[in-house]
């Protein structure tokens, strides 16, 4: 009797084990791992000759990945020269793991005018203890160019966008001063000559620099560090 009783419940156990398998596999699938942007890893290593237990040099050419936190997109004239401090957004070790560069150090420096475009140029690096480095570096020239019109594309661009004084001052002819107020106004040189760029016009470029791929840094010359760095 027992056992008649046993094969009764055996198919509702097996459905009922079904039923709750159907019932979490949804939220399993929706799982899932985000990968941490990996380590930027230098290779060569340079001893520093007049102390090479303590010092190791980056050498010309290494590239240093950076990015700008305080908008998506900065906006500047093409005669504009910009204060900026750029936060280092991956990690540059050794081969051997050694840190060299911390991932949210910064680097301050400002963006030019160069050649047909903009390029920012770095003066100094600031490692998360506060420990700061004279830095010669740069990032390539930027040379994407936005036309502005009134009422064709003048609050996408400048929405959430970082603006520097002199773009301020061509944005707000052509599409009026309440518009601006959608983007934060970054101070600089310029904003005087760009005034002219707009007398008596409709329409003018500026310079669209995005904060996260357009300002990878190049040393122009070799960066010693000390083993306190890191």
Do not use: C, W
Request: hydrophobic share 40%; charged share 15%.
């Amino acid at each position: 009797m027992l056992l008649h009783h046993r094969s009764h419940l055996l198919p509702i156990l097996v459905t009922s084990v079904s039923l709750l398998t159907s019932a979490i596999a949804p939220f399993t699938l929706t799982l899932q791992t985000v990968a941490a942007p990996a380590p930027v890893t230098v290779a060569q290593l340079f001893p520093n000759s007049s102390s090479p237990a303590r010092n190791v040099t980056l050498p010309r050419g290494t590239r240093i990945p950076t990015r700008y936190d305080g908008a998506e997109k900065i906006v500047i004239a093409p005669d504009e020269t910009v204060p900026l401090t750029l936060t280092v957004s991956r990690t540059l070790r050794l081969s051997n793991g050694t840190i060299l560069i911390p991932a949210g150090s910064q680097v301050s420096g400002r963006v030019q005018p160069a050649g047909d475009g903009a390029q920012f140029v770095a003066d100094t690096l600031i490692l998360p203890d506060g420990t700061r480095s004279a830095l010669n570096a740069r990032s390539d020239v930027i040379n994407t160019r936005q036309e502005v019109q009134p009422g064709v594309n003048g609050d996408a661009l400048i929405k959430g966008s970082a603006i520097g004084a002199g773009a301020a001052t061509i944005l707000s002819g052509i599409l009026g001063n309440r518009r601006i107020t959608l983007g934060r106004i970054l101070l600089g040189a310029g904003a005087g000559a760009a005034g002219g760029l707009i007398f008596g016009k409709r329409k003018a470029e500026v310079i669209v620099i995005d904060s996260n791929s357009d300002l990878v840094l190049t040393l122009d010359s070799s960066l010693t560090f000390s083993r306190s760095y890191y």
